[in-house]
């Protein structure tokens, strides 16, 4: 947390006032004058590395709690609650935003809880859309989870000593230490299923339509779920999640965690980034991993001490229905509102499958973010079927972007395409591509003109 500006006065002053210390007695204890202290609750201050080592030391407890405790998940999360067009006429500021979370975090909270209920169902959120809860969860630690990342680096140090071949390795492993054995079966007796776990056989059945890529992560997945079972097990314990449908997709996802750090190991990766510019084909021939999953696994480089580059990713199918959304450290609004731009190239990928799409674009509030969009079709398809395809969102702010491979030719400073929120949530005015007026705004028409939109609306 040394490299990154730690706002946390209402963790601070909630942790003095279950100790039942004043300021003055908390400041003494922690070597810190009572001001300051004062300036840091109400988070004019940020928390020092120093001071973070202290609290811990001093009240036992785990620091990611300060991060984790901000009421409604933090000033990102509540700006893209009240992005909903229900509240597009009141125009809240972020200072007054900031006001708010400061003055009455219990009422922030309360706010984000309701909202949330609301927005998925009623009085039943998590039957209602238990990915929703999920996101939130895997939102709340920035999708970076620093014990599984550090277990899957010790095992694929382990695999790599024993063999140059990661899947060959793992086949080994399984075999030898956990009595599985892979198998490979024609599509004939598997013709529903990838992959399957046949415990009265002992073996993994892997589907002959996987590709090298698939199968190594089919194996990482396995070992996941036997050797990584008690980290995986207390996260997703950890959640507190009452609906047993969360909890598995929670146990899924950070399954699928651990196999791609695995496959992909931090140290090693993150040093690879960095050397070719995040060049992603680069980075997937280099660790055997397909396209989905490097885009994946770099909005996970939030190691303290070791951050990489906080890119956020979205994956859609031509519906531009969100199948998969990641924030990670980014907390970009783009891929958290419910509508999106069709100005946005990622809906042009599919036009040009397997190409991938740069493009520099400007939201409302003036946040420029470099994106990448490729399409990407899932394993198992078959000759005569159904092919299903998605495109895969990369993006990262501007200033972030400079030394990456895709900024390559790209003026960052120069023009960027005007994108919004989707229709119901951008007031941008003369937009050719407006499909409805925005919410709280009355459509206007005037017979005498035809402005650039087709749909003109009061106030603008």
């Known amino acids: ?44 201050r940020p928390l020092s590395a120093a001071l973070l080592v202290r609290l811990a030391e001093s009240f036992d407890f785990d620091p990611r709690a300060l991060a984790a405790a901000e009421p409604g998940g933090g000033a990102d999360a509540m700006r893209r609650r009240l992005a909903d067009p229900l509240f597009a006429d009141l125009e809240i500021d972020r200072n007054e935003l900031g006001d708010w979370l400061l003055a009455a975090p219990g009422g922030a909270e309360a706010f984000a809880r309701v909202f949330d209920r609301l927005v998925t169902g009623g009085a039943a959120p998590a039957t209602a859309d238990p990915a929703s809860g999920v996101r939130r969860e895997i939102e709340r630690w920035r999708n970076h989870f620093a014990d599984l990342d550090a277990a899957a680096e010790a095992l694929a140090d382990e695999l790599r000593l024993g063999s140059g071949d990661l899947y060959g390795a793992m086949a080994e492993r399984l075999r030898v230490k956990h009595g599985l054995m892979i198998r490979i079966l024609p599509v004939d007796v598997m013709p529903d299923m990838l992959r399957r776990l046949d415990l009265h056989a002992r073996q993994l059945q892997l589907s002959e339509l996987l590709d090298a890529a698939s199968r190594t992560f089919a194996a990482a997945f396995q070992l996941a779920q036997i050797e990584a079972r008690t980290e995986i097990d207390a996260l997703t314990r950890g959640a507190a999640f009452e609906d047993r449908a969360q909890e598995r997709l929670l146990k899924r996802h950070l399954t699928s965690y651990f196999a791609a750090a695995v496959m992909m190991p931090y140290a090693r990766f993150l040093r690879a980034c960095e050397a070719t510019g995040y060049d992603i084909e680069l980075l997937q021939r ?20 070791a951050r990489g580059v906080p ?5 859609i199918d031509r519906a531009g229905q969100a199948s998969k959304r990641y924030a990670g450290a980014s907390g970009a609004a783009l891929i958290q509102a419910e509508g999106r731009c069709p100005l946005w190239r990622l809906h042009h990928a599919f036009d040009r499958p397997g190409t991938l799409a740069v493009q ?37 702010e501007v200033s972030l972007a400079g030394t990456l491979a895709a900024a390559g030719g790209v003026d960052l400073a120069g023009a960027a395409t005007p994108i919004g929120l989707g229709c119901r949530a951008c007031f941008r005015t003369e937009c050719p591509q407006r499909s409805i007026a925005p919410a709280g705004r009355a459509l206007t028409i005037n017979e005498r003109e035809r402005r650039m939109s087709a749909l003109t609306f009061a106030g603008d």
């Open 1 to 44: 947390m040394a490299d990154r500006k730690l706002l946390a006065g209402h963790a601070v002053r909630r942790l003095r006032r279950q100790a039942g210390l004043t300021q003055a007695a908390m400041a003494e204890m922690l070597g810190i004058s009572p001001s300051y202290l004062n300036l840091v609750e109400r988070n004019q």
């Open 286 to 305: 280099r660790f055997g991993a397909g396209f989905e999953h490097v885009a994946h696994r770099l909005t996970t480089l939030q190691r303290v001490g």
């Open 311 to 315: 890119f956020f990713m979205i994956r």
């Open 360 to 396: 520099l674009v400007e939201l409302e509030d003036g946040t420029r973010y470099l994106t990448m969009a490729r399409t990407v079709s899932p394993q198992g398809r078959r000759f005569g079927t159904v092919a299903a395809e998605f495109a895969i969102g990369l993006g990262v």
